[in-house]
Antibody, heavy 121, light 107 residues
Framework: QLHLQASGPGLVRPSETLSLTCSVSDDPITSYTYYWAWIRQPPGKGLQWIGSVFYGGRSYSNPSLRNRVTFSVDTSKNQFSLQLKSVTAADTAVYYC?????????????WGQGILVTVSS | EIVLTQSPGTLSLSPGERATLSCRASQDIRNNYLAWYQQKPGQAPRLLFFGTSSRATGIPDKFSGGGSGTDFTLTISRLESEDSAVYYCQHYDSSHTFGKGTRLEIK
């Protein structure tokens, strides 16, 4: 059973860069069938897709966040990462990593448990 | 960008009843790229359906997904207390969007 685990600092100061890593277990990240995604959920609110990255490095992202996000992949560690720069309090959320299925209707079939990131000074 | 509107915002039903949750798209969804997720408090979302009506692994047949065009539904029959959750629809069209969710409460 695929397992995803997000890790990173739980507190980030305003204007700084939020950096998270997702470790993937029991399935190689180097698959042509999947992208690897970040989705966030502000406290008490709904879900917002941030973006997705292919193991080769190609990525696509939410237009509202595109100029602030960067994605990377480390195939040797079976991990992928998110960097979100110039954060504000509005970026406070639970951040989920997930597997995105391509070709078959583009959905997210496995999710990590999520990590709460608070932006505060 | 297609906007997904879910209704009702909150649904309160009794055990054994049937719930019908709606997800309406602002434009026609021709490719059936419509998925449903269930999220319980403190947990990550869980995939229920993809491609409108394809049930994800391990999802019982009391759950059903359907619809076409701009109107999609998630139906849950024989409600149990464990079905209490927030349900989200999601669409892909060069970008992913989620509806705001329907909260289902079992009395």
């Amino acid at each position: 059973q695929l397992h995803l685990q997000a890790s990173g600092p739980g507190l980030v100061r305003p204007s700084e860069t939020l950096s998270l890593t997702c470790s993937v277990s029991d399935d190689p990240i180097t698959s042509y069938t999947y992208y690897w995604a970040w989705i966030r959920q502000p406290p008490g609110k709904g879900l917002q897709w941030i973006g997705s990255v292919f193991y080769g490095g190609r990525s696509y992202s939410n237009p509202s966040l595109r100029n602030r996000v960067t994605f990377s992949v480390d195939t040797s560690k079976n991990q992928f990462s998110l960097q979100l720069k110039s954060v504000t309090a509005a970026d406070t959320a639970v951040y989920y990593c997930a597997r995105e299925v391509l070709q078959t209707y583009y959905h997210f079939d496995y999710w990590g448990q999520g990590i709460l990131v608070t932006v505060s000074s | 960008e297609i906007v997904l509107t879910q209704s009702p915002g909150t649904l309160s039903l009794s055990p054994g009843e049937r719930a019908t949750l709606s997800c309406r798209a602002s434009q026609d969804i021709r490719n059936n790229y419509l998925a449903w997720y269930q999220q319980k408090p403190g947990q990550a979302p869980r995939l229920l359906f993809f491609g409108t009506s394809s049930r994800a692994t391990g999802i019982p047949d009391k759950f059903s997904g359907g619809g076409s065009g701009t109107d999609f539904t998630l139906t849950i029959s024989r409600l149990e207390s464990e079905d209490s959750a927030v349900y989200y629809c999601q669409h892909y069209d060069s970008s992913h969007t989620f509806g705001k969710g329907t909260r289902l409460e079992i009395k």
